[in-house]
């Protein structure tokens, strides 16, 4: 996937993490969670013999992996 879908699809990723674990995290974040997020969940789902492929699965991976992230920043902060 390229630069720019990866943003799209990583922005949409961690704007419905947001949402769904009712975070106040603007545009910026929402991308950056999205693609942090997927890069995690790619890891611990590769981990369990997972794999994720296509626009698709790269925002279940965004989704999971940004709410992984929003969970842990709140027991941190």
Same mark, same amino acid.
């Given at each position: 996937?390229?630069?720019?879908?990866?943003?799209?699809?990583?922005?949409? %990723? *961690?704007?419905?993490?947001?949402?769904?674990?009712? +975070?106040?995290? !603007? =545009? @910026?974040?929402?991308? /950056?969670? #999205?693609? $942090?997020?997927?890069?995690? %969940? *790619?890891?611990?789902?590769?981990?369990?013999?997972? +794999?994720?492929? !296509? =626009? @698709?699965?790269?925002? /279940?991976? #965004?989704? $999971?992996?940004?709410?992984?992230?929003?969970?842990?920043?709140?027991?941190?902060?």
């Amino acid at each position: 996937m390229g630069i720019i879908g990866s943003i799209i699809i990583g922005g949409l %990723a *961690g704007w419905f993490a947001s949402m769904f674990m009712k +975070s106040d995290t !603007g =545009i @910026l974040m929402n991308i /950056i969670l #999205g693609i $942090v997020g997927a890069a995690v %969940a *790619g890891f611990l789902f590769g981990l369990l013999g997972v +794999s994720f492929s !296509g =626009i @698709l699965g790269y925002l /279940i991976a #965004g989704f $999971v992996g940004a709410s992984i992230l929003i969970a842990v920043g709140r027991k941190v902060f």
